[in-house]
Structure formats: C-alpha cells, structure tokens
C-alpha cells in the first residue's frame, strides 16, 4: 500500500518555520517529512533543528546536490542526522543541472550517470562500514575516498537517488534503496521508469528500489487557475533543460516560450494535479497501481501563491481525505 508523506512546501527562512510541518507528521499517518536542497537554510540543519526541538520524525532529503559535498561528508551528514532525530533518514542525491556543476566544480560531469554511480557507491560503502579498500574502490572518475566512518550505532540511512529518466533509474537500480522522482506523471514512471529502476536491479542481482514520488498538486478552487499554481511550483524546472526532456519523453511538451503555456501542459499531462478531492484521491491512487511506495504531496504552488496557512489548510484536507490523518 503506497504511503503519503509531506514536502515542505517554501524554502524556510527561519527553522521554526518548519515546525508545524514536522508535527503534522508527527500527529498523523504521514510517513516521512522532506525537504529539497535550499541554499539558505541548509537542510540537514533545518531538520537537525526540528528534532532539537521535540519533533523527531522520520525525514527525507530529496535530493540534495552532490556538487556541493564531498561524499565523506555527505555520510557523515545523513548519518548524524540518523542519530539526532533517532528515526530512519532516506539520504537523496543528484548531480544537479550542468549549469550547477560548472559554476562549482568548473566544468561539468562528463557522464552524470558515472558520477552518481560512483557517488553512491562510496557514500554507502562509508555508511555500511566497508573496508578503507572496498569505499576506494567505489570511487573513479570523480570522486575518490581512502577512509572510513568512525563505527557507532545509527538508525538507518537509506541511499536515495534523483532520478527523471531511464539512465539514472538504471543507475538506481543497481545501487539506491530509494529512487526519487519530481514531476513525473504516473503513466511515466509506469511506463519508462519503473521498468528502467527492475532493469538496474536485476543487472545489480538485488532488490528493486523503493520509489518516493514528489508529487505537485493543488485543489482546484473559483478563485485558483491550475496553470498559475503549476508555475508558482516549478517555473524553474520548466526552463530546465534535464526536466524539459524528461517531459517531452512522457509526452509532454513544456518549451514553450511563454511560462504560463508550459505550466498548462503539466496540468494537462497529469504531471501538476488538479481537481476536486474526489479528482485528486483517483489521480493519485494512479501512482499506486503504477508501483510508488510514497507519494509526497507537494503544495509548494498553494504556498507561493497563497501562502504557507493555505498550504497547511489543504495538506490536513489531503491526508484526512487519503485516509491517513
């Protein structure tokens, strides 16, 4: 059965911000509570925060950008997190945009699927206790490792990985606990996705990853057109070149130089979901036949456009409606 967990729907400014999140999972049947990188308030610390604060949920980083980190870091981030919040931590990467890996590391990856592989790779060898060899080994191209993470006990630290297409799904397959997707339809991950993610695993000789679906939606409402809330939640994405194939491969065609035409064609692509709450629970049980074990409800075009009361109004009108408040 497909669980439902809850993105923070803004970019917090202050980690008390945070916190009526963190209790909403903590008061309901939400799974898990996720944030996407920020560059202002790091997010590690945020959640870092909110457990020192009582709320010590289980969370999700979905994705943080391996540019930024080394991958020593980045396990020994995602396991300190582990021991702050004493709740599992599903720990997500992605190579980030070329625009992104030139402005930091001065040209970008020459095979993002290669870096991802090898990134993953010595993160989960520094998080499983590997020999100092075995964690080496793991790197190449990219990234290189010789050390280990001082042993002691954690909660788990599950490896996600950000996947749009096929090739990192693949990627995923063979190496993630958790694939981690951000506006892909049902029918995509149905059709290209989910067979991609089997394919990876079964080269690998292991289970199929999980996959966590952020999902963008909004209740429709007289006062609300489902274009502005689409843009107001990923006008960024949309001028992406990595997300604009991603769309065009689940036959959606968001390049239209007027913002507002891209943003209707994810309404219309199921890619942004809209509709009453009957609308809503029937488009979203889609990702649940199509195999996603956690959908992530994402209000961030409710909160952009009307604030993050408003965001919190329909998360409750959401999970009470799916069943799990």
Known sequence: MTAYSVLIPFVPRRPEQVLPYAALVQWTGAR???QGQSLI???????AHVAGAGFRV???LGVTLMPLRHPYEAALQARSLAMLTGQPVVAGYGPGGTSLQRSLLGSPYRSPLTAAREYLGVVRGLLTG???EEVAAAGGEYFSCHGRLAPYPAPQVELGLGVLRPGMARVA???ADVAI???ASADYLAEQIMPALREGAATAGRPVPRVAAMVPLALTRPEREPAELALASNAAHLQAPHYQDMLRRSG???RDEEPLARAKALVDGDAFLSGDLDALTEKLA????????EVVLNLTGVANLFGPQAAMAELKTLLAALGVS
């Open 32 to 34: 898990r509570l996720w």
């Open 41 to 47: 308030l790091e997010p590690h610390q945020t959640f």
């Open 181 to 183: 997707t951000w506006l």
């Open 252 to 254: 959606i065609e968001a």
């Open 58 to 60: 289980p969370v999700g």
């Open 130 to 132: 590997a020999s100092e």
């Open 286 to 293: 889609r990702y649940e036949r199509a195999g996603v074990d």
């Open 173 to 175: 397959g063979e190496l």
